[in-house]
């Protein structure tokens, strides 16, 4: 992925009237956008306002650096993500199996003799190639599936350790756990009935909180600190 170069942003200045103005802004000779000035009356004797800003009539507009910048931010979000690309390589991948597949099937075995054991060896190994060949289109299709799924789930939500106390369900990567006891360093949660298990507390991935959970008083305030301080 290329980084982005303040040395090919190229700015045009549109100045309307005194107070009016537009910018248009390029990048490797690529319109990004034609977009309106913020024009203010000079307040600097000097007018010194920033490489490109111009006094015109007593007025100025933004600097250069300005949108540099928000030429970085355009190009920086039209940036496909490591997602979209796992996406679109899968879906190359996908693409040149299919195509693979049906040229395999358009081909002609080239047997003049169409009843000779030649001809039969031929078209069981074309047979056999396509199964795989479908096999294999078939396990690219799921894997395409399960990245869009995954590139449109929405991001969990950040683990807030200090209401762990009033936890009724915690998550692991084995599952679902009925809380039982919160302690300093493990939770003890039902595991089958009758019997308890100890998880540790770093190994939580979300919690479930008893419903109308209370704010914390100054006691469960402590122990919800100290498992703050047991996961870093």
Known sequence: MSTFDAANVAIERHRISVTQGEVSVSYNGTLLGRFGDDIRLCTDKTHNHGGGAVCFGGFHGHPDQHWIDAAARHV????????????????KELEAAK???????????????MRSKQHGRRINAQ????GEQRRTITRLERELEG???????????PLDLSRLPYAEFIRTDAGWYEVVKVNKATVKVVNTPGMDDLIKIRKILEIRERVAAPAAADGWAQLADALTDVAK
């Open 76 to 91: 920086d979000a039209a940036k496909p993500t490591a997602a979209q690309e796992r996406i679109a390589a899968k879906e």
């Open 147 to 157: 990245l869009r799924r995954q590139a449109t789930r929405p991001a969990p939500a």
């Open 99 to 113: 195509a693979a597949f049906y040229a395999n099937c358009n081909r002609r075995v080239g047997c003049t003799n």
């Open 127 to 130: 047979l056999k190639l396509a």
